[in-house]
């Protein structure tokens, strides 16, 4: 069982900062990847940074630079550092796990949050 509890979502100024954290709750399972997903206003879900653990993050090419993802191993939290926001990046950004099941060690599958939503005024 994988529970994702999301915060630091809320309306900024064009050009403004956020910081997203992610807690990753719950027994009996091991994390193989972490990160974050956007879905925006037109409905369509995007990666936006993704850590399998061990590897470096992957981030997409329209934040490069701006946004920076860390994960806590101890806290079990990831984080995402935005900053310099634009309208582009408004949507709900949703952390997403990979993990694998500990008691079987067969269970393979992908968590969802519920999303936070990001705003960004103009």
């Known amino acids: 069982q994988v529970q994702l509890v999301e915060s630091g979502g809320g309306l900024v100024q064009n050009g403004g900062s956020l910081r997203l954290s992610c807690e990753a709750r719950g027994t009996g399972f091991s994390i193989k990847a972490i990160g974050w997903f956007r879905r925006t206003p037109g409905g369509r879900t995007d990666m936006v940074a993704l850590?399998?653990?061990?590897?470096?993050?992957r981030y997409a090419d329209s934040v490069k630079g701006r946004f920076g993802f860390s994960w806590d191993s101890a806290k079990r939290t990831a984080d995402l550092e935005m900053g310099n926001l634009k309208v582009d990046d408004i949507g709900v950004y949703i952390c997403?796990?990979?993990?694998?099941?500990?008691?079987?060690?067969?269970?393979?599958?992908?968590?969802w949050g519920q999303g936070t939503q990001v705003t960004v005024s103009s």
């Open positions: 850590m399998p653990i061990g590897s470096e993050t």
């Open positions: 997403a796990v990979d993990a694998l099941s500990t008691t079987t060690m067969k269970d393979f599958l992908r968590y």
